[in-house]
């Protein structure tokens, strides 16, 4: 036989013995044990594996020939002398409610462990295999008692909250830390499924209670951490700053924890808190890197809640940065932020547009190029300079194509076109990012397809549409009050039209953005009201809720709201967000 045919040979057993797997798997899935025990019969013959004798003894015993399964248990005991096999004959008799002999074998296991500790957490496994929780527990402490090389915290922590002993799962996780502090990322995972944004829960005071006793005991940096992490998951920012900042003082490396603390802070519209942490940066650092970022994110807080007469005193501000550090490629981002606050805020598109023109001529990379061309391309947009936009977002695209920044420069392009009314042209663009590997560019880019496919064929002059593109371009241009008119428009002379109900949330949004809390919340109730099998009826009553709940004082009218996705939009992007604020309200222990 030649060698390929060896070769070839070998490759045709596999296959054939990997497809008599998988048909006696099938066989058992479906419940067709008699064909599954004779499949798995065979292929043990072929192969002494210990998977196909456990497929065995289960099949025996869903044909409920339990004598069969108790011999060949018995055989095996005497073959390998393992203690998991008493653990499965004690098994065996339990389905048979012989409960005096189950009682026996589990104990024999167990006792095999003071013969010798190495047999724990194999015994431990089978005993979870069978759910036999308790005696994996008595296992796992009596290994760990008799070898102190033995750690199986985690092993029991897992346990702990398949029990719902939400304190001994906490309490052997951070005995696990202890031993390997390393494993704090996977403990925060862990402890995720068992706290929430509630701090007054009773897991919530659990864990912070079992927190502050390690910290009193033992200050490890990791307690601290683990603190911190807690207050943030509850959204007590402040309480969570404290925490870092200890942190920080023990060891002062780096200041990237609190970096992140305060963007987290920021991104969750806790600006107060946010501006203490930012300034925390600013009065202990001294990476220029760092206290740029810091600035920056503390000019662009204030220019969102600045009034016009604030203007002078932020343009001041960057000025300062500028003659402080320069107006070179270590502060980009700075003058990038610069130019969106003259352009969108300050209402000087001309002057922006010059200011970016120079910061062009610095010696960028591609990527960076784009950057300060794409925010350029904006404020063209901004100045309804379409086609000159249109060039600067193409260039953005030949030049790194297939990139993050390529896709939103295209996503861009088909948002001008909308803008434009050239609809056909945007929605051949869209089409195209439907696969963008950005998933919030794919997301965006098929809202506005949706939206423009179904409303262009509403009439042949596609009037309602426009006006609706339009009232876009002004939220975009900062003209929310403009915005908010024209949509008033579309609602009153395209009433009953396929668009109002986009019209009524893109209001209600900007109502929100305005602090019309019950304005937004009128849209919303109409469009529950009335398109409550619509495409955005997931939205309007997610965003009712949350206003009900944050805004509005009103819990419990927020609580229903939830429970209705729940029920009735399972496959809504709020589901999970919805699930969570639902028993948050009702008051369940989250585990």
């Known amino acids: 036989m030649t060698r390929l045919n060896l070769i070839l040979c070998l490759l045709l057993s596999t296959l054939a013995f990997s497809q008599s797997e998988q048909l006696a798997e099938d066989y058992f899935n479906r419940g067709e044990f008699n064909k599954a025990l004779l499949s798995y019969q065979s292929l043990y013959q072929k192969k002494n594996d210990s998977k196909y004798f456990d497929k065995i003894i289960e099949s025996l015993q869903q044909l409920e020939r339990y004598q069969e399964s108790d011999s060949l248990l018995k055989d095996r005991l005497v073959k390998i002398n393992y203690p998991s096999v008493l653990v499965e004959l004690g098994y065996n008799y339990q389905l048979q409610d012989s409960t005096s002999l189950s009682e026996s074998y589990y104990q024999q296991a167990i006792d095999k462990i003071d013969e010798n500790p190495n047999y724990s957490y194999g015994v431990a496994r089978r005993f979870e295999d069978y759910s036999l929780l308790d005696q994996a527990i008595i296992v796992y402490k009596k290994g760990m008692a008799l070898n102190p090389d033995y750690d199986f915290s985690r092993q029991m922590a897992r346990i702990y909250g398949e029990q719902g002993n939400i304190e001994l799962l906490f309490s052997s996780y951070m005995d696990y830390i202890d031993t390997k502090p390393n494993f704090l990322n996977n403990v925060k995972r862990a402890f995720s499924d068992f706290v929430s944004e509630n701090g007054e829960s009773e897991n919530n005071q659990l ?53 992140d603390l305060a963007l987290t802070t920021n991104h969750a519209g806790e600006k107060e808190t946010a501006t203490d942490i930012f300034n925390f940066i600013l009065e202990n650092s001294q990476d220029i890197e760092t206290l740029l970022t810091a600035h920056q994110y503390l000019l662009d807080m204030q220019v969102e809640a600045a009034q016009a007469s604030d203007f002078e005193s932020i343009d001041s501000k960057y000025q300062s940065l500028f003659e402080k550090y320069g107006t070179f490629e270590p502060t980009l981002s700075l003058q990038i932020s610069y130019g969106n606050f003259l352009a969108f805020y300050d209402n000087q598109p001309k002057e922006a547009s010059e200011f970016l023109k120079k910061t062009l001529k610095l010696p960028l990379s591609n990527y960076q190029e784009a950057t300060v061309k794409l925010k350029l391309a904006d404020i063209l947009v901004l100045q309804e300079r379409f086609n000159e936009a249109l060039i600067y977002y193409s260039q953005i695209q030949a030049n790194l194509k297939n990139s993050t920044i390529a896709q939103e420069a295209r996503f861009k392009v088909a948002k001008t076109s909308y803008y434009k009314g050239d609809f056909e042209w945007a929605e051949s663009q869209l089409k195209i990012l439907k696969s963008s590997t950005s998933q919030l560019i794919a997301n965006d880019a098929l809202d506005l397809k949706l939206l423009i496919s179904d409303n262009k064929d509403e009439d042949s002059l596609q009037i309602a549409l426009k006006l609706y593109a339009k009232s876009d371009l002004l939220s975009f241009q900062n003209k929310n009050d403009d915005a908010i008119a024209l949509l008033s428009k579309i609602l009153t002379e395209h009433k009953g039209e396929t668009i109002e109900d986009q019209a009524l949330f893109k209001q209600a949004k900007l109502y929100e953005k305005k602090g019309q809390w019950e304005k937004a919340a009128s849209n919303y109730e109409y469009i529950i009201a009335n398109y409550r099998d619509e495409i955005l009826a997931d939205d309007a009553y ?29 496959d809504s992007i709020y ?17």
């Open 207 to 259: 864990l912070r209670k079992l927190l502050l006793k390690k910290l009193q005991a033992q200050p490890d940096e990791y307690w601290y951490d683990l603190l911190s992490w807690l207050y943030v998951q509850q959204k007590d920012f402040d309480k969570a700053f404290i925490q870092e900042k200890a942190l920080y003082r023990r060891n002062q490396e780096s200041l990237s924890r609190i970096m």
């Open 542 to 570: 997610f965003y009712l809720a949350e206003l009900y709940e944050n805004e509005l004082g009103l819990p419990e009218k927020a609580k229903p709201l939830y429970e209705n996705i729940l029920f009735n939009h399972q």
């Open 575 to 591: 589901f999970i967000e919805a699930r969570k604020r639902f028993r948050m309200l009702r008051g369940d222990a989250i585990n």
